[in-house]
Antibody, heavy 125, light 107 residues
């Protein structure tokens, strides 16, 4: 059974650093991209970026480039999302999700087929 | 970046009604369009991929259509358990964008 298990809720102060995690199991972790999605309180889904744990190839949404760092440790099947200096506006639920991406015959498909349970990050002084 | 305009932002319908949500891309995305359902307090769930393919295990009352820039998501007969927010999502060379979401409520 494919599972993505995220780390627990965090409460931080502005300016602090943070690294949250997403552990995959039940599939070949190095063969699928993992993405991160932000959902601010009462708002919609925003794609932040993706990483391919097999070679650490990482792509960021322009909105999040330079604001966060996505990484992965394939030895423990875990992806990470980190901030060096949190802001109150980083308060949100963060989801990781497995990206099923296949390209063949000039056509591609890419969709998030499994999701983590979410990590709530609260930044408040 | 490709922008996705989803409408309406919310709707209210009766049990058994046909519900339609649209998503418009700012440029041609072929059929690179997925639909997700998110119930309150839960992670999103994939319903439709590649514009019209039903994910395994998803009830057949859900369907999707379209290509190019205009896409449609339909619930043929709204059920109480379909109360949720629905999102479209496009992918273009591994750059993804979600639509703004449509909140579906029971009248």
């Amino acid at each position: 059974e494919v599972q993505l298990v995220q780390s627990g809720a965090e409460v931080k102060k502005p300016g602090e650093s943070l690294k949250i995690s997403c552990k995959g199991s039940g599939y070949s972790f190095t063969s699928y991209w993992i993405g991160w999605v932000r959902q601010m309180p009462g708002k919609g889904l925003e794609w932040m970026g993706i990483i391919y744990p097999g070679d650490s190839d990482t792509r960021y949404s322009p909105s999040f480039q330079g604001q966060v760092t996505i990484s992965a440790d394939k030895s423990i099947s875990t992806a990470y999302l980190q901030w060096s200096s949190l802001k109150a506006s980083d308060t949100a639920m963060y989801y990781c999700a497995r990206l099923r991406w296949d390209c063949s015959g000039g056509s591609c498909t890419a969709y998030f087929d499994y999701w983590g349970q979410g990590t709530l990050v609260t930044v408040s002084s | 970046d490709i922008q996705m305009t989803q409408s309406p932002s919310s709707l209210s319908a009766s049990v058994g009604d046909r519900v339609t949500i649209t998503c418009q891309a700012s440029q041609d995305i072929s059929n690179y369009l997925n639909w997700y359902q998110q119930k309150p307090g839960k992670a999103p769930k994939l319903l439709i991929y590649d514009a019209s393919n039903l994910e395994t295990g998803v009830p057949s009352r859900f369907s999707g259509s379209g290509s190019g820039t205009d896409f449609t998501f339909t619930i043929s007969s709204l059920q109480p358990e379909d109360i949720a927010t629905y999102y479209c999502q496009q992918y273009d060379n591994l750059r993804l964008t979600f639509g703004g979401g449509t909140k579906v409520e029971i009248k």
